[in-house]
């Protein structure tokens, strides 16, 4: 076992813990970090697969910007979580049979077993004056320009939802009115109350 491999494994064994823990932890806050360290393990794993352009936009995009963004949206909408762990013990079988699939399945793709290794030949390392950057653009743009274009259109209808979320009105919570506040004049600020006063 080589350095590259043992780092996969390392990377691989977090990965898998930080993940787990995004979906158990019970602090909405703690599960974005947990989110963050998974990011930035997914991150080392494809700097070990030579895919450096991705690995930096996965820190840049969805740890400084997406990660901030699920921050602001969790601490401002003050949602509370408990009444959607109320019915987790009736979903549980469900979650557990499509957690044992998705096992079983990614036990069958690692052994490969079921599969052929002349269908799926090893991945070969690009040129050195080949540019990923420049390969990623050109499928992209090519062969899965309609599949670019459905994920841009989720993630327009994703900013609309946030923006609903945010805009609506709760009648418990109390709100500032900025030209209310600019128009109010001197009297309706100051009020002179006149006391007499006290001898000891």
Partial sequence: MNFEIFLFYVFAAILVFSAFRVITVRNPVFAAMFLVLTFFTCAGIWLLLEAEFLAITLVLVYVGAVMVLFL???????????????????????????????????????TQR????????????????????????RLLYS?????????????????????ALTMRRRPDTKYQ????????????RLRI??????KR
């Fill in 143 to 163: 062969e899965y320009l309609f599949q670019f274009e459905i994920a841009a259109i989720i993630l327009l209808v994703a900013i609309v939802a946030a923006i």
């Fill in 72 to 110: 602001f949206v969790v601490m401002m909408l003050d949602i509370n979580v408990e009444p959607g762990r109320e019915g987790f013990v009736s979903y549980l079988p469900v979650g557990l049979l499509v957690g044992a699939i998705m096992l079983i399945e990614m036990i069958f793709l690692i």
């Fill in 193 to 198: 109350v006149q006391m007499p006063s006290e």
């Fill in 177 to 188: 009115k900025p030209s209310e506040q600019i128009g109010v004049s001197k009297a309706e």
């Fill in 114 to 137: 079921y599969f052929k290794s002349e269908n799926f030949p090893a991945p070969q390392r690009a040129a050195e004056d080949v540019s990923n950057t420049k390969e990623l653009g």
